[in-house]
C-alpha cells in the first residue's frame, strides 16, 4: 500500500515561513516524480511544484517562484517544501503526489499522479 503522509502545515504570519515534508512508503522512490498541488477553500486543486526523480528539475508554478523551494531526499524517502515569504493567498490545504515514470517530463495535472497524500493546511494570517 503506496502512502504518502504530509506534515509540517499550519498557521503562520504574512512574511513567514513553513517546511512541508512528504515521507513516502514506496521501495524505488527515486523512481517516482513528485508533485506539490495546493487547494484553497472553494477553489480547485492547483499545481506548485514538480521535482524530478533525482530533484535535479524543479519547476514551480509562476505565483510561488523565488519564495517556495523543494527538494528531496530519496535515501529518506522524502520531498520537502520549503516556504518563505508566505503571503495571505498561499492559504491552502497542500498535497503531495507521486507518479512512476521511466522519465523526467514536467508533470503539473492532477491526473499525471498515481499517489496523493492527505493534506496538510496551512494558513497564513495578514
Known amino acids: 500500500q503506496v502512502q504518502l503522509v504530509e506534515s509540517g502545515g499550519g498557521l503562520v504570519q504574512a512574511g513567514g515561513s513553513l517546511r512541508l515534508s512528504c515521507a513516502a512508503s514506496?521501495?524505488?522512490?527515486?523512481?517516482?516524480?513528485v508533485g506539490w498541488f495546493r487547494q484553497a477553500p472553494g477553489k480547485e486543486r492547483e499545481f506548485v511544484a514538480h521535482?524530478?526523480?533525482?530533484?535535479?528539475?524543479?519547476t514551480y508554478t509562476d505565483s510561488v517562484k523565488g519564495r517556495f523551494t523543494s527538494s528531496r531526499d530519496n535515501a529518506k524517502n522524502t520531498v520537502y517544501l520549503q516556504m518563505n515569504s508566505l503571503k495571505p493567498e498561499d492559504t491552502a490545504v497542500y498535497y503531495c503526489a507521486a507518479s512512476w515514470t521511466y522519465s523526467d517530463h514536467l508533470r503539473t495535472r492532477i491526473n499525471d499522479y498515481n499517489y496523493w497524500g492527505q493534506g496538510t493546511q496551512v494558513t497564513v494570517s495578514a
Open positions: 514506496l521501495p524505488t522512490f527515486s523512481n517516482y516524480a
Open positions: 521535482i524530478t526523480r533525482n530533484g535535479g528539475s524543479i
